[in-house]
């Protein structure tokens, strides 16, 4: 028989129960996130104006990801390097990406869709997804919200991989099945391809962050 080792299960339970509270908080924050951008957008003089890099609402409202998070974990270790990467560092790891995007789609983006562009809308949201997702990672290593291990530099590997391949089907297929840039313009496709290029990689991001937190000392 194996012995039994209650500290190892106490530990293990805690890094799930940190798993699972990171993970349901962040999935929050990214419907939350969701609303506000497609309000904000329904709301923009020209819907368009967003794809701009820096100043669009997509970039301003990422700390609303991290908000619940952070208000449920106040009382708990680390909060004050949390807000920091929440509100600040996360941020600009989106711009970053954002910019990385923007620069790429526009000098390969058509102003109409053309199924022939297919492969540079998808390279155009692989751009962003990847730039993001490492950025995001190493800043939450660096931040010492989750160790540098070999552990974490697997899950996070695996997330990059993921949320690469994330960000490139989530802009081009939303582009496919929206229609965003036909004309006439109709801002309920523009944000409906917003969405389906935010939704499901925050979706995906609050899982592989969730993971890589949990491993942190206990």
Not at 92 to 113: K, M, Q, R, S
């Amino acid at each position: 028989m194996t012995a039994l080792d209650p500290l190892g299960e106490a530990h293990a339970r805690r890094r799930n129960v940190r798993f699972w509270h990171a993970f349901v908080w962040l999935l929050v924050g990214a419907v939350i996130y969701a609303i506000a951008l497609a309000l904000a957008l329904l709301l923009y003089p020209d819907p368009k104006d967003a794809l701009a890099p820096v100043v669009g609402p997509s970039l301003y409202l990422t700390p609303l990801f991290g908000l619940p998070y952070l208000l449920v974990s106040a009382r708990q270790r680390g909060w004050i390097r949390r807000v920091i990467y929440f509100n600040v560092l996360l941020p600009v790891a989106h711009i970053a990406a954002n910019d990385l995007a923007w620069a790429y789609g526009a000098t390969h983006f058509p102003l109409e869709l053309d199924p022939g562009n297919y492969l540079h809308y998808l390279a155009t949201g692989a751009l962003g997804g990847f730039a993001g997702s490492v950025l995001a990672f190493a800043l939450l290593i660096w931040t010492r919200l989750a160790p540098f291990t070999p552990a974490t530099r697997t899950i996070a590997l695996f997330g990059i991989a993921s949320l690469t391949l994330l960000g490139a089907l989530g802009m081009a297929q939303g582009l496919v099945m929206s229609d965003a840039l036909a004309m006439p313009f109709k801002p309920s496709r523009f944000v409906f391809w917003f969405l389906c290029v935010h939704l499901p990689w925050q979706a995906a991001f609050a899982f592989f962050l969730a993971w890589l937190m949990r491993l942190r000392p206990a």
